[in-house]
């Protein structure tokens, strides 16, 4: 088992940045990548981002160049810095943990993008 816990989340202005991060404990040593997800309401969860053990990064086409993800192993946590956000960027986050053939998923984190 993986547990996830996420924070940073909260109302920010347009153009503004947070940064997202998600702790995780358990099993760590059984991660092979962590990422970020977003639900904004009424819609499906989608993909945002995600960084292997490896180093190797992935992003969705729509956030590319505005947010990045890091990871640091001794603290067992991965962060998502969002600048330039826009309205259509609220919604809530979840971090993932990928463990082959599932994942683990955090209870969220809600950001709202508004003036």
């Known amino acids: 088992q993986v547990q996830l816990v996420e924070s940073g989340g909260g109302l920010v202005q347009p153009g503004g940045s947070l940064r997202l991060s998600c702790a995780a404990s358990g099993r760590i040593g059984s991660i092979y990548a962590m990422g970020w997800y977003r639900q904004a309401p009424g819609k499906q969860r989608e993909y945002v981002a995600t960084?292997?053990?490896?180093?190797?990064?992935n992003y969705a086409d729509s956030v590319k160049g505005r947010f990045t993800i890091t990871r640091d192993n001794a603290k067992n946590t991965v962060y998502l810095q969002m600048n330039s956000l826009k309205p259509e960027n609220t919604a809530v986050y979840y971090c993932k943990a990928v463990v082959p053939p599932t994942g683990y998923w955090g209870q969220g984190t809600q950001v709202t993008v508004s003036s």
């Open positions: 960084k292997t053990n490896g180093g190797l990064t």
